[in-house]
């Protein structure tokens, strides 16, 4: 079975930055979702046309996103393509969308988090299997999980630390399955 990482999520945009490089081109956003939570996403290759639209109120559609670890700063971020994203304007009625859906294997387990690895597919450039890892809230009723593959389904979240909103991937304990 191959490993899963999706993400799927609207929110309201509160704050944007657009990186745009000879290569390649960044979008930071600032969302606020359906639950209060108060997250930050990266969209690499943007459509940057409709740069317009990405405005403090407006609204965005994530289908396609993904969880990756930074391992340097600790903390799990949402990513996605350009290709992938839809925004809209502040009177459309884009549902509260807010879940994700991991598989792969456990790395560490420390209280109630797990580190997940999940491996996508090669990159043809390199050659080298894409690796990704997630953070996730899981509870502490585990016991010898490291090294098993595990599926989760959840919903992000966020925690206010030194006033500043950090994100948390929260497992739904009821779709936990260790496999």
Do not use: H
Not at 6 to 17: D, N, R
Not at 89 to 112: A, C, H, M, P, R
Not at 116 to 133: F, H
């Amino acid at each position: 079975m191959r490993d899963i990482n999706s993400v799927k999520l609207s929110g309201v945009i509160f704050w944007s930055k657009l990186d745009d490089r000879q290569t390649f081109t960044l979008l930071r956003l600032g969302l606020k979702l359906d639950n209060g939570a108060s997250i930050f996403c990266t969209i690499s290759n943007p459509d940057t046309k409709v740069y317009d639209s990405v405005k403090p109120g407006n609204k965005i559609l994530l289908g396609g996103a993904w969880l990756d670890y930074w391992e340097e700063r600790g903390e799990t971020q949402v990513k996605s393509y350009g290709s992938t994203v839809q925004f809209f304007n502040k009177e459309s009625g884009v549902n509260g969308l807010n879940q994700f859906t991991i598989l792969g294997k456990v790395i560490t387990y420390e209280g109630d988090t797990v580190l997940v690895e999940m491996i996508g597919d090669k990159n043809p450039k390199t050659g080298q299997w894409s690796r990704r890892k997630a953070k996730v809230k899981i509870g502490d009723k585990y016991k010898d999980i490291i090294g098993k593959k595990i599926l989760i389904q959840g919903e992000l979240t966020s925690v206010d630390v030194d006033r500043k909103s950090k994100l948390v991937v929260e497992a739904d304990y009821a779709k936990i399955n260790i496999l």
